[in-house]
């Protein structure tokens, strides 16, 4: 659950607000329709987490799998086991 209230009232208290995100996300509304949320940083790193995907090999097409094949790593960024120390 979130509470919710407007862009005006957030910025008038935004300290208060900031506080009560640390618990729960806050929506925040303009002209009545919500634009963002104020969520705490550690709910904010989880939910990007979130968003990586991961593939299995076999749910590449051949034609990425020969994508992948004839990738070069650019010279700037080549490197040996030499240089890992």
Known sequence: ?????????VSKNFGAFH???LAEPVRVT????????IVSAETF?????GER????AADLS?????DIAAAEVPPEHRYSLDDVE
């Open 1 to 9: 659950m979130s509470i919710s209230a407007p862009a005006t009232e």
């Open 19 to 21: 506080d009560k995100a």
């Open 30 to 37: 303009k002209y009545g329709r919500e634009t963002v949320y």
């Open 45 to 49: 790193h989880r939910l990007k987490q």
């Open 53 to 56: 995907q991961a593939l299995a």
């Open 62 to 66: 051949e034609a990425e799998i020969a």
